[in-house]
C-alpha cells in the first residue's frame, strides 16, 4: 500500500472527494460528495466541487460530524490506506474539540418516569440554561 502513496508516477492533484475519503476524513466517497455538493467544504477559501482538484500545499476546510476541521494536503493520494500512512498525507490546523458540558442532572434511559425532587432539579437545570 506504501507504494501507492509514494509512487512517483502517481499525479501530483486529485479529486477533493477522493481524497477526504483516502485520508479517511469521512467514511465513505458518496458522503464527501454530498458534503461538497452541500458547501461544506472549501479549498483555499473557495467552495469545492466533488470534482475540485487539491494539490500539495492547499488548505482544506471542512465541516464533518459537526466538527470543523482545517488541514493543509501535503500529499495527493486516490485510494484508502492505512491510518498512520493517511495521517502523515495531511498536517492538521483543526481547532481543538471542546468537550460539551452536559447537566448536572442527567436520567437513566429506561429507569421510568423521574421522581419528583429529580424533575424539579432538571427543570431548574433547564431554567438556568435559558437565562
Known sequence: MLERVT????????????WLCAVRLVKTRPLATRLCEGGHVLVN???AKPSTKVRAGDRV????????RIVEVVRPIESR?????????Y?????PV???????????RGEGRPS??????????RRADDA
Open 7 to 18: 509512487d512517483s508516477r502517481a499525479s501530483d492533484e486529485t479529486r477533493i472527494d477522493r
Open 81 to 89: 490506506v492505512g491510518a498512520p500512512i493517511a495521517a502523515s498525507c
Open 116 to 125: 419528583k425532587r429529580l424533575r424539579r432539579e432538571l427543570e431548574r437545570l
Open 45 to 47: 477559501g473557495m467552495p
Open 61 to 68: 476546510e471542512a465541516f464533518i460530524a459537526d466538527r470543523e
Open 91 to 95: 498536517v492538521d490546523h483543526s481547532p
Open 98 to 108: 471542546v468537550p460539551d458540558a452536559g447537566p448536572g442532572v442527567m436520567r437513566i
